[in-house]
């Protein structure tokens, strides 16, 4: 079934069944992968004098030009807002955001990128961009395309489990409320 390179990987497996053993490889691979890629990115990014984090909210921004509001920031990226507040007062230090007030209510801030953030989001995109090529070398599109289908398949199992949690919640929730 499973022909890896590295029989090192599957020292402490090799003796379950494939039915057991290829679930467990693969979420020790997507940890491995996800965890190797973080380190180089962050490599990468040091230089700028920013992290995998940081270069996530520049992201988010760039893609919702009109700003965003810091919990929908914070949602978005799958943080708590105390971590994207300490994100933001970083960026905003070396003046690559602004918070600015919604005008119908002064106490919500929008955050948004700055002009001068512009050309470093520009090297973040060159440098992710030359990550992926070499992440992604001597795969073929098929390959890639099924790697994807799956890795989504898999991402949605879990949002739906984390989904279902937080519905079972509100509902306990709102029992209590209605007593």
């Not at 002009?115 to 001597?138: D, F, N, T, Y």
């Not at 799956?150 to 209590?176: C, F, H, W, Y």
């Amino acid at each position: 079934m499973y022909s890896g390179s590295e029989p090192h990987v599957r020292k402490d497996l090799e003796n379950l069944p494939d039915g057991e053993m290829l679930p467990r490889l693969l979420a020790r691979v997507i940890g491995e992968v996800s965890r190797a890629w973080r380190h180089e990115m962050n490599r990468a990014l040091r230089p700028l004098g920013l992290n995998l984090s940081m270069r996530l909210v520049l992201v988010q921004l760039q893609r919702n030009p009109g700003g965003l509001m810091q919990a929908d920031l914070a949602r978005m990226l799958g943080i708590e807002g105390p971590t994207l507040v300490r994100l933001l007062d970083k960026l905003e230090q070396k003046g690559w955001i602004a918070r600015i007030a919604a005008e119908d209510d002064r106490r919500r801030k929008y955050t948004v990128l700055t002009p001068e953030a512009a050309g470093q989001v520009r090297i973040i995109e060159e440098l992710s961009q030359a990550l992926r090529e070499k992440m992604m070398a001597g795969l073929s599109i098929e390959q890639l395309d099924q790697c994807a289908q799956v890795m989504t398949r898999i991402r949605n199992n879990l949002q739906g489990e984390r989904d279902g949690k937080a519905r079972q919640k509100e509902k306990r929730t709102s029992g209590k409320l209605s007593r």
